[in-house]
């Protein structure tokens, strides 16, 4: 458990700190077991905001054990050129996790590429054996970024059994993969949308609130149910070119018993549940049982 530090912020870099250690610590005992994790990133093209992201995932994997290859790809690569690299490290024994950057540039079959991925290597979750291993609510890897969410909760000691969850947000990457944890969990969840009659109204209702749609300032301190948990998800550049979330933070904090602040809150756990996602799916594919590899071991 965490303690807040600061009343009502859910800090994501301690947080994510303190889950790359323990990643960091089942890395060891992998490699007392004879195994190493290896992490392959493939980026493709030129986007900053993509190259910023994965410098930092490669420098996070490096700091807690794994070895990391990144395969840099012009913006002219093709859905097949880069579907044979995908084919390539699936082959490849010596890699444990495939991640692909996204958004891939203009041109190129995004959900072809993402369907290649051997789904024991794919470590953002997000082939459609692990999506619907999440649904039928069996073992497999997470989407980071729900992953995220779920873990900042726990780390609190949020409860989440029981409890009304609005997720605002339908998206594959973070809205139904994080409603499917929370129903795992037992929370009784509403997923809102454009299309939902009176969003702040069922906000309001909501214990735990999780905003994950890209528009800054959708959600207003009279939105928020007093003394609910408030996650958010959002990362948008406001108009003076800082970040900001999908929360009003100054109106939402004064009002919510717990909110996440950007940055520094479910973006670093993102990272953080990639390296997660890569250390089980190395356990697993050299047959080592999750359970047994305590974070301690090897200390």
Not at 3 to 24: F, H, M
Request: glycine share 10%.
């Amino acid at each position: 458990m965490i303690e807040i530090d600061k009343p009502g912020i859910l800090d994501g870099k301690a947080t994510a700190k303190q889950v790359r250690s323990e990643v960091a610590l089942r890395i060891v005992g992998l490699k007392a077991r004879g195994f190493t994790a290896k992490l392959s990133v493939v980026l493709v093209g030129e986007d900053p905001a993509s190259q910023v992201y994965v410098r930092n995932k490669d420098k996070a994997a490096v700091g807690a054990g794994f070895e990391v290859e990144t395969h840099r790809l012009p913006a002219s690569t093709s859905t097949g050129e880069l579907l044979s690299l995908v084919q390539r490290l699936n082959q490849d024994a010596s890699v444990n996790g495939i991640l692909v950057q996204l958004p891939l540039p203009k041109g190129i079959d995004v959900q072809t590429v993402l369907h290649g991925i051997d789904p024991e290597k794919d470590v953002d979750g997000l082939h459609p054996a692990n999506v619907g291993a999440l649904w039928r609510d069996e073992p497999g890897l997470v989407p980071c970024t729900p992953a995220g969410c779920i873990e900042i909760l726990d780390r609190y000691s949020i409860p989440i059994e029981g409890k009304r969850a609005c997720v605002i947000g339908r998206s594959s990457l973070v809205g139904k993969p994080v409603a499917a944890l929370l129903l795992r969990r037992n929370a009784t969840v509403t997923i809102c949308h454009s299309r939902t009659p009176d969003l702040a109204a069922v906000a309001r209702e909501a214990d735990i609130l999780i905003s994950a749609v890209g528009r800054a300032g959708l959600v207003r301190g009279d939105w928020v149910r007093p003394g609910a948990a408030v996650l958010d998800v959002g990362i948008n550049r406001g108009d003076d070119g800082r970040l900001v979330g999908d929360v009003a933070f100054s109106e939402v904090r004064s009002v919510a018993a717990a909110v996440t602040p950007v940055p520094g809150g479910i973006g670093p756990m993102t990272i953080a549940m990639l390296l997660q996602n890569t250390a089980f799916a190395a356990a697993r594919q050299n047959g080592v049982a999750w359970e047994t590899l305590s974070p301690s071991e090897g200390v």
